[in-house]
T-cell receptor, first 111, second 112 residues
Framework: SQTIHQWPATLVQPVGSPLSLECTVE??????LYWYRQAAGRGLQLLFY??????ISSEVPQNLSASRPQDRQFILSSKKLLLSDSGFYLC??????????FGQGTRLTVV | SQQGEEDPQALSIQEGENATMNCSYK?????LQWYRQNSGRGLVHLIL?????REKHSGRLRVTLDTSKKSSSLLITASRAADTASYFC????????????FGSGTRLLVRP
């Protein structure tokens, strides 16, 4: 069956520390993968999306980067976290014209 | 930007009543989708309506789309306490079908 995994569920990191959030998909090949960030009580901001291995499109210039080292793996990273990077991060797999499947999210608190 | 906006931002109704949420967007779209998010969780797909469709039903959900006004509405009939959640519309544009852009959401509270 088609599933999407995202971890960790919660993360508390000090300012200036690195970040690595991982997302993997099962049950499909060459998925379209996305990273969104959601501020408290707000909508989803599209950060990055990828339509294939090594292909990354960035929507918002910021302190984050994304990589897709394998077909079903999408990673969100930062070399040095800022307080403003705190938020709820969601990975998604989009089937265009059908629907998107979301991971359970990572609550990141930068202290 | 094709960012959608929803209204109201928050809605509180009594169980059994109908809930209507509206979404507006800015550019031409291929599809419009509605999602539900329980607090602190990922989003779950509810329904998709294509740009050439005007109305669609799924169980207690009814979605309308008016492409001339660039707007959509989601109606939940006979609401239940379990419908309490945030609801988001999302669009993929004609010029950017790989980008799914979400609105700001409506927080629905259904009181028992």
């Amino acid at each position: 069956s088609q599933t999407i995994h995202q971890w960790p569920a919660t993360l508390v990191q000090p300012v200036g520390s690195p970040l690595s959030l991982e997302c993997t998909v099962e049950g499909t090949s060459n998925p379209n993968l996305y990273w969104y960030r959601q501020a408290a009580g707000r909508g989803l901001q599209l950060l990055f999306y990828s339509v294939g291995i090594g292909q990354i499109s960035s929507e918002v210039p910021q302190n984050l980067s994304a990589s897709r080292p394998q077909d079903r793996q999408f990673i969100l990273s930062s070399k040095k976290l800022l307080l403003s990077d705190s938020g709820f991060y969601l990975c998604a797999w989009l089937i265009p014209g059908v629907e998107a499947f979301f991971g359970q999210g990572t609550r990141l608190t930068v202290v | 930007s094709q960012q959608g906006e929803e209204d109201p931002q928050a809605l509180s109704i009594q169980e059994g009543e109908n809930a209507t949420m509206n979404c507006s967007y800015k550019t031409s779209i291929n599809n419009l989708q509605w999602y539900r998010q329980n607090s602190g969780r990922g989003l779950v797909h509810l329904i998709l309506i294509r740009s050439n469709e005007r109305e669609k039903h799924s169980g207690r959900l009814r979605v309308t789309l008016d492409t001339s006004k660039k707007s959509s509405s989601l109606l939940i009939t006979a609401s239940r306490a379990a419908d309490t959640a945030s609801y988001f519309c999302a669009t993929d544009g004609v010029d950017s079908s790989y980008k799914l852009i979400f609105g700001s959401g409506t927080r629905l509270l259904v009181r028992p």
